[in-house]
C-alpha cells in the first residue's frame, strides 16, 4: 500500500479526506503544515467570499509576482540575498508565470477549505494510519496549534517541528523534511503487519 505525502496546506486535507474513505489504499500519512483545526483567519473568510473572493484573487494574484520581484531586487541592491530568502520570495515572484491563468482555482480551493472544514474536522478519528505532521512553529500561514490540534484527534499521530523554514517546507528545508521522512518511513517498516 502506498504511503501519501502531500506537500501540504490544502492538500493535506485532501489526504486525510483519501485515507478516512479509503483506508485499505493508505498505508501511512506525511502531511506538511497541513490545514485541520482552527487554521482558518480572516483572510480565507475574505477569500471565499462572494465577490469579494474573486477581486482579492485576481488582484492578489496580479500584485503579489510583481512586488515579490520587486523585493527580491531591493534585497540585492543592498546585499547578497541569502539562500531562505531567494526561496521564499522566488515561490510568489513567480506565481503569476507559473500559475498565471489558475487564480479561479485558487479560489475554488478557499472556499472548498471554508466550506468543508469542518466535516474534514469531526470525522478526523476515523483516519486510522499512522500520520507524521511535519510543521514549523514560525509558520505564518498554518498556526502550529493546528499541527498539535491534529495531533490531538488523529488516533496514530506523531509530530515533528522544524525551524526557520515558514510555510514551504519542501523547498525551503529539504535536507531536513526528507531526513524527516526517512526516519518516519524506517519506523514504519519496523511495526508489526496488522492483523
Not at 486535507?13 to 478516512?20: E, Q, S, W
Not at 492578489?60 to 510583481?66: C, D, N, R
Not at 487564480?103 to 470525522?123: K, P, Y
Not at 500561514?141 to 490540534?149: C, F, G, K, N, Y
Amino acid at each position: 500500500m502506498p504511503v501519501g505525502c502531500h506537500p501540504g496546506s490544502y492538500g493535506g486535507g485532501v489526504a486525510l479526506a483519501a485515507a478516512k474513505q479509503a483506508p485499505a489504499r493508505v498505508e501511512a500519512l506525511i502531511l506538511l503544515a497541513t490545514v485541520g483545526p482552527d487554521c482558518l483567519t480572516g483572510w480565507d473568510y475574505l477569500l471565499a467570499a462572494p465577490v469579494a473572493g474573486e477581486v482579492c484573487a485576481f488582484t492578489a494574484w496580479q500584485l503579489t509576482p510583481w512586488l515579490a520581484r520587486a523585493r527580491l531586487a531591493a534585497i540585492a541592491r543592498r546585499r547578497p540575498i541569502t539562500a531562505d530568502e531567494l526561496v521564499n520570495w522566488h515561490i510568489w515572484g513567480h506565481a503569476h508565470r507559473d500559475h498565471g491563468p489558475l487564480w479561479r482555482s485558487f479560489l475554488t480551493e478557499q472556499r472548498a477549505l471554508v466550506h468543508e472544514l469542518g466535516d474534514l474536522t469531526d470525522s478526523l478519528a476515523r483516519v486510522v494510519q499512522p500520520v507524521l505532521l511535519l510543521a514549523d512553529p514560525h509558520d505564518t500561514l498554518i498556526p502550529v496549534s493546528t499541527t498539535h490540534r491534529l495531533a490531538a484527534v488523529l488516533p496514530d499521530a506523531h509530530v515533528q517541528l522544524v525551524y526557520q523554514i515558514g510555510h514551504h517546507l519542501p523547498r525551503r528545508g529539504a535536507p531536513e523534511i526528507a531526513a524527516a521522512i526517512v526516519q518516519f518511513l524506517a519506523a514504519l517498516d519496523t511495526r508489526p503487519a496488522p492483523a
